[in-house]
């Protein structure tokens, strides 16, 4: 069956530092791979969206990379800030499709910045 | 900027009843979904809506649970005989390319 994995323990970082956090899957071949933000209690929040054929994407201080062969992708924060403190969330769509599919999530890694 | 959202924020009732939750998705968005979240865990789909009609449902998405989409603007999904273990968020979701997510509803069943 299709399996997401995000390292269930929290990542502490300092602030001003690199966090890379993981997503591995198995059983799949997804179109896409998105990441997203949850912070306690809230909705998660869309991030970034990297596609099959892209290695590499980035958003400001945010920078995403899609490995299909080692079926990984790595979500990096720069110079991180308190304020990025959150769960983040491996999201793929469900049958691997391209098009509107619904999501299906991996268990997200909690990141804590230590000032 | 526009936004999903989400009435009630916090619901509880009791086991065997009727729930309703409602969802206001972005105007101009075609697809919508629903999602849960049991507290400490992953969140996990429910079901997806486009054109009127159910697109996809999840194997959780049982004979219990119902969406509608009873006018132009609102989205809701029907829980008809609440168990014990239907308490968790429920996020709804729409879409154009990347879903937005409301802030969830605490469906709290005693």
């Known amino acids: 069956s299709q399996k997401i994995e995000q390292n269930s323990e929290a990542l502490n970082i300092q602030e001003g530092k690199t966090a890379t956090l993981t997503c591995n899957y198995t059983n799949y071949s997804p179109a896409y791979l998105q990441w997203y933000r949850q912070d306690p209690g809230r909705g998660p929040v869309f991030l970034l969206l990297i596609r099959e054929n892209e290695k590499e994407k980035r958003k400001e201080r945010l920078k995403v990379t899609f490995d299909t062969t080692l079926k990984q992708s790595l979500f990096h924060i720069t110079a991180s800030q308190p304020a990025d403190s959150a769960t983040y969330l491996c999201a793929l769509p469900l049958g691997g499709g391209t098009g509107r599919r619904a999501l299906t999530f991996g268990s997200g890694t909690r990141l804590q910045v230590q000032p | 900027e526009p936004e999903v959202t989400q009435t009630p924020s916090h619901q509880v009732t009791q086991m065997g009843q009727e729930v309703i939750l409602r969802c206001v998705p972005i105007?101009?968005?075609?697809?919508f979904y629903w999602y849960r979240q049991i507290l400490g865990q992953k969140v996990e789909f429910l079901v997806s809506?486009?054109?009127?009609?159910?697109?996809?449902k999840s194997e959780i998405f049982d004979d219990q649970f119902s969406v509608e989409r009873p006018d132009g603007s609102n989205f809701t999904l029907k829980i008809r005989s609440t168990k014990l273990e239907d308490s968790a968020m429920y996020f709804c979701?729409?879409?154009?390319?990347?879903?937005?997510f409301g802030p969830g509803t605490r469906l709290l069943v005693l």
């Open positions: 809506f486009y054109n009127n009609e159910i697109s996809e």
């Open positions: 105007s101009n968005h075609l697809y």
């Open positions: 979701a729409s879409s154009e390319k990347t879903q937005y």
